[in-house]
């Protein structure tokens, strides 16, 4: 008999964590702050600590069923409560449910004296009281410098911050300690981040004139979390947090075409259009028609019953719809049905994270199938060329995971390359219209060919198109041995190919004229001949019998003539 051995496999232990429900902030976090543990929020002021600690509350108490405690320093249960308001928050229905509580504690650093031995102990009673009254599950302390902030013994301060801290860890309550930040530390003490499970930085910049949120955590023990500097927006709903840096190109792609909205473009990217999700770019010079051709976009995407947001950055929506009219698109019916959505502000409303942030909220809300952004190089107003390569790159990624399909125009600079765009993003682009307008002979018109297409068999002519009352009209292909002549000059030129053709088949017609008239010449001088010929045969013939008849008769008589001489 032999004995067998089992190794035990060694168990895996998984940190519970506490989900805050705040829109990103849990997927960056790997499913939420560290459950029964303190976590430090610090920044500077006006970056937005309190509001994400109120939200972190506020949505425990609402979604998850977690009463909280908010114990504040600076701002009393009144003021807190009116300043959250405005987002939809009603405090006094939570206290009065006792799905929350919020004290008050006013602390006057003026009046504070190092006269004996400082401790928390009124603190940690009076929370604990209110823990225990509605059996709160999470803890907010904002800010905890206004306990400390009359201390210069920094022995004492890291020996109560360590108590707290230690404390809030024995009553099991996931707890959000407020900080602000100190000039180049994290905190103006620089203890709380060594004491604290987990570590999140928030930051407000201002870079030409346009100011952005960002959130970074900065550690966060026992769990991997995103590493990266994350822009969040403070909206009408709360805080939203975009977890997006980078993707990794692992999209799924689609075999389907869908319709431009024009016919001969179709036809001249493989006879089907664009490949659903897809990125495709429109850049031309001013006036050139980007928005036209993208508004055909969007009409036929409405027109299949999905759904289309469109960005736009020089017009207003009312103004697109009116433009667009005139050159019978009708968009406002689209509207209407609730498939067209046009999101029209200046680029310099947000930085280009809050932009970003933006398009993700608008996106999941929405969730169109197309995407117009008209036209990406305004954005150059709101960061230099990398920066909005990056975020062009990252949007346009995030599009291909939700399987958008990406129409993006392009004003090229007057005098620039005509195949480079400011933004430099055309390399990321999969099919690259490019508009042209050229002048000559007193007018300009406009020209269109397919740059690129990536994975179809594309037509490689230069085009001409108009803009007429039912929309964008490709001209026919011009065939001439001249190259592409436009406009007025390839009517004329048109009509003197006409002209000279039609002359040329006159000329071949006088031909076959002619040579049916010596044919027919030819004819009657056979005809004249041959009865010229019949002629004459029939008078050698004559004679030729007459002669035969003569010798007959002559030897007749001669016959006659030996009978009557009894000739032998």
């Not at 059996?135 to 020996?159: M, Q, Y």
């Not at 995971?401 to 600079?413: A, V």
Request: proline share 2%.
């Amino acid at each position: 008999m032999t004995e067998q051995k089992t190794i035990a496999q060694p168990h895996k232990a998984i940190l519970i964590k506490c989900p805050t429900g705040i829109q990103g902030l849990d997927e960056i976090t790997d499913g939420g702050l560290p459950q029964g543990r303190p976590t430090l929020i610090c920044g500077k002021a006006g970056c937005g600590k309190t509001l994400m600690a109120m939200e972190f509350l506020v949505r425990g108490a609402l979604e998850y069923d977690e009463p909280g405690i908010f114990m504040s320093f600076e701002e009393s249960a009144q003021e807190l409560t009116e300043n959250v308001a405005s987002l939809g928050w009603d405090l006094k229905d939570l206290i009065a449910e006792k799905k929350m509580g919020i004290y008050y504690v006013h602390v006057e650093r003026s009046q504070i004296q190092e006269t004996g031995e400082y401790d928390l102990e009124a603190l940690f009673a009076r929370l604990g009281y209110g823990i225990d009254s509605i059996n709160a599950k999470r803890v907010v302390l904002d800010t905890i410098e206004v306990l400390f902030g009359g201390l210069s013994n920094e022995a004492v301060v890291r020996a109560e911050l360590r108590r707290l801290f230690l404390w809030l860890k024995s009553k099991g309550v996931t707890a959000i300690v407020t900080s602000e930040s100190g000039n180049n530390t994290l905190t103006r003490h620089g203890l709380e981040e060594y004491v604290s499970d987990c570590v999140i930085r928030l930051d407000q910049r201002v870079n030409d004139e346009l100011s952005t949120r960002r959130l970074h955590i900065v550690k966060y023990r026992g769990s991997r979390h995103g590493t990266n500097e994350y822009p969040f927006l403070i909206q009408e709903n709360g805080i939203s947090v975009l977890p997006i840096t980078s993707i990794a190109l692992e999209h799924e792609v689609s075999n389907e075409r869908i319709s431009s909205g024009i016919d001969r473009l179709d036809t001249m990217l493989g006879g089907n259009g664009f490949f659903r999700g897809s990125s495709i770019l429109i850049s031309g010079t001013a006036g050139t028609g980007k928005s036209s051709i993208s508004a055909h976009f969007a009409n036929a995407t409405c027109q299949r019953g999905e759904r289309c947001l469109y960005f736009a950055f020089e017009e207003s929506a009312n103004q697109i719809v009116r433009n667009m009219r005139s050159i019978g698109i009708d968009l406002e019916t689209a509207i209407k049905k609730g498939l067209l959505k046009i999101k029209a502000l200046r680029p310099t409303m947000y930085g280009l994270e809050m932009h970003l942030v933006n398009i993700h909220q608008l996106v999941n809300e929405f969730k169109p199938t197309a995407i117009i952004i008209d036209p990406i190089s305004n954005l150059t107003y709101t960061g230099n060329e990398s920066q909005v390569k990056s975020f062009l790159m990252r949007s346009i990624d995030f599009f291909k995971t939700k399987q958008i399909t990406t129409l993006l125009t392009s004003l090229n600079s007057s005098g620039a390359l005509v195949q480079q765009t400011d933004v430099g993003v055309s390399s990321l682009m999969d099919t690259w219209l490019m508009l042209r307008d050229i002048e000559s002979n007193g007018e300009r018109n406009r020209l269109l060919y397919v740059l690129k297409s990536r994975g179809m068999e594309h037509s490689n002519q230069v085009r001409e198109f108009r803009l007429t009352s039912s929309g964008v009209e490709l001209v026919d292909v011009y065939l001439g041995a001249g190259g592409v002549v436009t406009g007025t000059a390839r009517t004329v030129q048109e009509a003197q190919e006409k002209a000279a053709a039609l002359a040329h088949r006159q000329e071949i017609e006088q031909k076959y004229r002619d040579i049916e008239r010596k044919r027919k010449v030819m004819e009657a001088q056979i005809t004249a001949l041959q009865a010229e010929f019949e002629n004459e045969k029939e008078q050698v013939e004559r004679i030729i019998q007459q002669e035969e008849q003569q010798e007959v008769t002559l030897l007749q008589e001669r016959r006659k003539r030996a009978d009557m001489r009894r000739a032998d």
